[in-house]
């Protein structure tokens, strides 16, 4: 089936830095990918909707300058934390729409653990 | 607005037992998708089984099958013959045509042999 690649899957960063977590549609072109985050033993709250070659749309309560969210081709989306704090340590989670697909069909990454320290 | 609940947030079955998994949705969409998805300790999502809101027929994946009662927003997951292997927490979801995928609270699903 459909792969969506996530990277890094681990990281750890410093207070006030900024890291970047790339996802990857391998054998499909995704118009839209979504970011996701989950703390422990929570359900995944959608974070923003990525439109490829458009700004993402972001949930309430996001905040668009914390993460920036950048769709440049229809493989790659990435997700920039800056200036991190350690209330931004989660687990991160991308998924991608194939518009081929049957069913709406939508694949996820395999996730991203950030670290903030 | 869409809103997805699993009222159950944990359940435990007996390796071999079948048990079933709650959830309610909420959407003011005509077409629509629901979705269970199985997310193991490597946090991987794992689709377990998709169910369109058109399609009277109940979705079946070998020991998974649903019971989607449309007029009650109704979605609810069977495990038949539960293996050690089911143990997960299990998300419900749904997804309007061209929207957003919005997930349930989720149920942790313990296995007993």
């Known amino acids: 089936g459909a792969v969506v690649s996530q990277h890094p899957s681990w990281v750890i960063c410093k207070s006030g830095t900024s890291v970047k977590i790339e996802c990857r549609s391998l054998d499909f072109q995704a118009t839209t990918m979504f970011w996701y985050r989950q703390f422990p033993k929570q359900s995944l709250m959608l974070m923003a909707t990525s439109n490829e070659g458009s700004k993402a749309t972001y949930e309430q309560g996001v905040e668009k300058d914390k993460f920036l969210i950048n769709h440049a081709s229809l493989t790659l989306s990435t997700l920039t934390v800056t200036s991190a704090h350690p209330e931004d340590s989660s687990f991160y989670i991308c998924?991608?729409?194939?518009?081929?697909?049957?069913?709406?069909?939508?694949?996820f990454g395999e996730g991203s653990w950030l670290t903030v320290v | 607005a869409q809103t997805v609940t699993q009222s159950q947030p944990e359940m435990s079955v007996q390796e071999a037992e079948t048990v079933t998994l709650s959830c309610t949705y909420d959407t003011s969409e005509s077409d629509y998708y629901l979705f269970w998805y199985k997310q193991p300790p490597s946090r991987q999502m794992i689709l377990v089984i998709r169910?369109?809101?058109?399609?009277?027929q109940n979705a079946t994946e070998n020991r998974f099958s649903v019971n989607f009662q449309k007029a009650a927003k109704s979605f609810s997951l069977k495990i038949s013959d539960s293996q050690l292997g089911d143990a997960a927490m299990y998300f419900c979801a749904s997804l309007p045509y061209g929207n957003k995928l919005v997930f349930g609270a989720g149920t942790i699903l313990r296995v007993k042999s």
């Open positions: 998924s991608a729409r194939d518009p081929q697909g049957a069913g709406n069909t939508i694949y």
């Open positions: 169910q369109e809101a058109y399609k009277q």
